[in-house]
């Protein structure tokens, strides 16, 4: 099973969008090459929202104190703990998808 | 396998220190140490204190007896060797047992000299009585004991250990003189006019000083009466202290056929020389023709040593100490490095002398770099002198300044003098000790070091602190962080080459830069908000916008707040407002129930804590245009109420201000603007302080600063040009700032790029129009004008798809207080 966020086409090329999930809350990323990455959207540093961050190719970083976190590994460059990582698709019908199983 | 046996002669600082590195880097060793004192590992310099009574004795030790149990090591104290055997590896001591090794460390260290003075010594019995050396904690002791029954001590040597013996003594007896054989104190480290300064101070605190003194008699029959000098001069005393220097211990050594000279012949990795399994390490070993009488230096051969010995750096070479020593000897502050005085005609001596006060500095400078510097009564600069002196740095053209501290900024703080739990960021609590384990775990360069520790990442103004620690803890092993020069640091480029690319290849959106100019074409997260800066100015209408370029605040026109709320501060020329103004902003305020209304440091009002979706709806509702209190813009242009209403202004600086603000609202650059026009010299609107300030004086005329601050850094703005009308006024404010955009670095305020570049240079520029472009300035800024729309009209539809969509708190996030 897998839950489906909304269309893709919510999210400008580059930019995020917070999206609550069973309770959880999601920042799903869309990069300008069309692949789209999702993480955990509160920072753990102060909790800024992160899907109000600038990203690149490899990482965002958080609009509040620019902490910059890997979004396929959701690892902090710096010392703070890694953000959660869900495993997103678009679906055929340009649907963001989530697997169920990976959500609490 | 069996543990290799290491066994180390001598039990003081070279041998424990060495013992601890060993230890540190693991070498597998069975390890046993040879002590001559009874004692653990104590302190030998700490004796001075233990002699002045300011330091207990347990105080001083720095490994007691647990600590070679806990590490496994066999201890024998109070157990002289007496012999080598090379050939059996075996070591004797004087109780007879011989104990077999497979490496060896002498570090048998120094003893006292004692110059051979007719009456020092008593037949049979050692020193005559009321003699003494300074060298262990037993000589210590028994000196104290002695001395507190006496009245009168000679100390013999005006050395280092001389005086702080001397100033010792003055705590257990009420006469202290000091004779020294050569012409002046400290000779060794001193030059002439250094030591009778020094001299000057140490008699201030009451010891008698005599030099040129050559001691040819010890006076007294059972104990020391007295002290005959050379000249004929007899110096009553019963207590006589012996601080002639130190000799290296290697007799051992030299009984064991080791080659010594003035000590033990060692060659770069600490081995004596010729030897495949001895080492020796400290005061007794000799290493390129020196001995060392020093600490820092020991410290440094214990780590080549441990790094050898167990093979975790086979080429460790230890290459010689550059000497320089800071210290307070009998109360008195001295330091010295390098050479004492000029030795080549071309060298310069700058030489500083104030003998009321004891302060003597001399310096010697050759081919531009420190290569000598003695400091007496005042060492302030030694941190900074010794980094000079160590790293061969360039001198400042100033050369006053390496003795003082001239005006400007405050002194630099030396991070080697900085305790490990100093806080240097202030804004994300980050201390030395922080920093320096960064560095330690590898991080070389700043930018690393930064990113990793967050040091310097909130207002910057500790970044060239946080640089001086990265360069101190590296070691000068700091390594050149290329992006250092960059307009942003995912474009390879400084900022002139960039415009000139971007200009080349046509490129007007920020994707098409790192397409374009980066290899790989690789996107950078942290550029993009530069870059989409520049190209706006650059381009203006042109510019290909792309909205994942700009920072949060400039997407959706407001400033971020620490809940992901965000602030709305609408357009107050002037900081002048109206009644129906102030009322549409009360109800506005009301009717959202904005949780906080307040007034900026830049005249302006301030609707805080307003969710991101409520953002169109606020604009709709207060009908004003943006304040801009979110980019890195044109901010504001604080005013005073000048001419109109002030009974000592001289110029109407509400209109001009107005004026300003009318023309050159929202235009963005490389950092915030922030304006002022003040109605006179007493500076109410704070115009000396701002990135342009202008000032009304008397006679119609309007002074222009530039580059002043007053936040994180505080910087009187320098004054550009004095103009006699508002209209000149806003004509070089728009040249200076466009003269600014084009040419400061990203987030470059002008208080750092106007030093940078220079007044005189800017002025030529943007007054005299030295390089002719003037005109092409104007025109640029005229454009940037002419493109300027209110971003808070962009309220009807979002621009992109769910612009101002809530980002958090979907469910739950700490809120700011409502007050």
Redesign the interface.
């Given at each position: 099973m897998s839950i489906r966020l909304g269309s893709v086409?919510?999210?400008?090329?580059?930019?995020?969008?917070?999206?609550?999930v069973a309770?959880?809350?999601v920042?799903v990323f869309r990069l300008?090459d069309g692949s789209v990455r999702a993480v955990s959207?509160?920072c753990p540093h102060?909790?800024?929202?992160?899907?109000?961050?600038?990203?690149?190719?490899e990482?965002?970083?958080c609009?509040?104190?620019?902490?910059?976190f890997d979004l396929t590994t959701g690892c902090a460059?710096?010392?703070l703990p890694p953000l959660k990582v869900y495993p997103v698709a678009v679906d055929a019908d340009d649907m963001l998808v989530i697997p169920s199983e990976v959500l609490l | 396998m069996q543990q290799p046996r290491l066994v180390i002669i001598g039990n003081g600082m070279a041998g424990a220190r060495t013992v601890e590195e060993i230890l540190a880097r693991d070498g597998g060793f069975a390890v046993t140490m040879f002590g001559d004192e009874p004692y653990g590992n104590y302190n030998r310099i700490m004796l001075s204190n233990v002699l002045a009574g300011v330091e207990d004795e347990s105080g001083i030790f720095l490994n007691d007896l647990s600590w070679y149990a806990d590490n496994g090591i066999t201890l024998h104290t109070g157990t002289r060797i007496t012999r080598i055997d090379r050939a059996a590896k075996v070591v004797y001591a004087e109780d007879g047992s011989a104990t077999p090794y497979d490496k060896l460390i002498i570090a048998t260290g120094s003893r006292a000299f004692v110059p051979p003075i007719p009456g020092i010594h008593r037949p049979g019995r050692g020193y005559h009585q009321g003699v003494f050396a300074f060298r262990t904690l037993d000589d210590t002791r028994a000196m104290i004991r002695y001395a507190r029954e006496h009245e009168r001590a000679v100390v013999i040597g005006g050395g280092l250990l001389g005086l702080e013996a001397a100033r010792g003594l003055q705590n257990h007896l009420s006469h202290v003189t000091l004779v020294h054989a050569m012409g002046h104190l400290m000779n060794t480290q001193l030059d002439a006019e250094a030591g009778a300064t020094l001299q000057r101070s140490v008699e201030k605190l009451g010891i008698e000083v005599v030099v040129d003194a050559q001691t040819t008699e010890i006076l007294g029959k059972h104990s020391v009466t007295g002290m005959k000098l050379a000249d004929g001069r007899t110096i009553p005393c019963d207590v006589v202290v012996v601080a002639a220097g130190i000799r290296a211990n290697a007799d051992v050594a030299q009984a064991s056929g080791l080659p010594v000279e003035r000590g033990i012949v060692v060659d770069d990795q600490m081995r004596v020389q010729g030897e495949a399994d001895i080492y020796a390490v400290g005061e007794c070993a000799q290493h390129r023709g020196e001995t060392y009488g020093l600490v820092a230096p020991l410290w440094d051969q214990a780590k080549v040593l441990a790094d050898h010995i167990t093979g975790r750096d086979p080429h460790a070479a230890y290459h010689g100490s550059r000497i320089a020593t800071k210290l307070k000897v009998a109360g008195v502050d001295v330091a010295a490095m390098g050479v004492q005085a000029a030795e080549r005609d071309d060298d310069e001596t700058l030489v500083f002398s104030e003998p009321r006060k004891g302060v003597y500095k001399s310096i010697v400078i050759r081919d531009g770099r420190l290569v000598g510097a003695t400091l007496v009564g005042d060492v302030r600069k030694y941190a900074f002198l010794m980094q000079a002196f160590d790293r061969g740095l360039a001198l400042p053209e100033e050369r006053a300044e390496l003795m003082f501290d001239l005006g400007g900024p405050p002194a630099e703080v030396s991070p080697a003098e900085m305790p490990d739990d100093a806080q240097v960021c202030n804004c994300?609590g980050v201390s030395k000790g922080a920093i320096c384990s960064t560095v330690q775990s590898g991080c070389r360069t700043v930018s690393g070091v930064m990113?990793?520790?967050?040091a310097g990442?909130g207002c910057g103004t500790c970044k060239p602190l946080v640089q001086r620690i990265v360069e101190w803890a590296a070691g000068g092993e700091v390594e050149e962080d290329p992006a250092a020069s960059w307009y942003v640091p995912?474009v390879p480029m400084p900022k002139p080459e960039l415009m000139r690319a971007i200009r080349e290849h046509g490129l007007k959106s920020v994707?098409s830069v790192f397409a374009t100019l980066v290899p790989g074409g690789?996107?950078?997260?942290?550029s993009?908000?530069g870059l989409a800066s520049l190209l706006k100015m650059m381009w203006g209408g042109e510019y290909a916008d792309?909205?994942?370029?700009?920072?949060?605040n400039d997407?959706v026109h407001a400033n971020?707040q620490?809940?992901?709320t965000f602030s709305v501060v609408p357009q107050m020329k002037g900081g002048v407002t109206t009644p129906a103004q102030l009322k549409r902003i009360a109800e506005v305020a009301e009717k959202h129930a904005v949780p906080m209304v307040k007034l900026t440091g830049g005249q302006r009002i301030d609707l805080l804590g307003v969710p991101k979706e409520k953002l169109p709806q606020i604009w709709a509702d207060l009908d004003m245009p943006s304040g801009w209190a979110y980019g890195k813009s044109f901010r504001t242009v604080k005013t005073c109420v000048g001419s109109d209403f002030c009974r000592f202004g001289v110029g109407d600086s509400t209109a001009l201000g107005i004026a300003l603000e009318e023309r050159y609202q929202g235009i963005e650059g490389p950092g915030k603007m922030k304006l002022a026009v003040t109605g006179c010299p007493r500076n109410c609107a704070e115009a000396y302080v701002k990135d342009l300030g202008v000032v009304a004086i008397d006679g119609g005329k309007w002074e222009i600063y530039v580059g002043g601050a007053a936040g994180a850094h505080v910087r009187k703005g320098d004054l550009l040009a004095t103009v006699d009308s508002a209209d000149e006024v806003i004509t070089l404010t728009g040249r200076f700032l466009q003269y600014y955009r084009e040419n400061a670095n990203w987030l470059e305020r002008t208080y750092a790029w106007v030093p940078r570049v220079g007044i005189e240079r800017i002025r030529e520029v943007v007054v005299d129009d030295a390089d002719g472009i003037a005109a092409d300035l104007d025109a640029a800024m005229d454009a940037s004008v002419a493109a300027y729309r209110d971003p808070w009209k962009e309220r009807a539809e979002p621009v992109?798809?769910?612009q101002f969509?809530?980002?958090?708190?979907?469910?739950f996030?700490?809120q700011v207080p409502v007050r």
């Open positions: 086409h919510d999210i400008p090329r580059g930019e995020g969008r917070t999206y609550a309770g959880e809350m920042a300008r959207a509160v102060k909790g800024g929202p992160l899907a109000d961050g600038q990203i690149d190719d990482v965002v970083i609009p509040l104190h620019l902490t910059a460059r710096g010392d | 994300n990113d990793k520790t967050r990442k995912g994707s690789k996107e950078d997260a942290k993009k908000m792309e909205r994942d370029a700009r920072f949060i997407r971020i620490r809940d992901g992109t798809p769910g969509r809530t980002s958090l708190p979907l469910v996030l700490p």
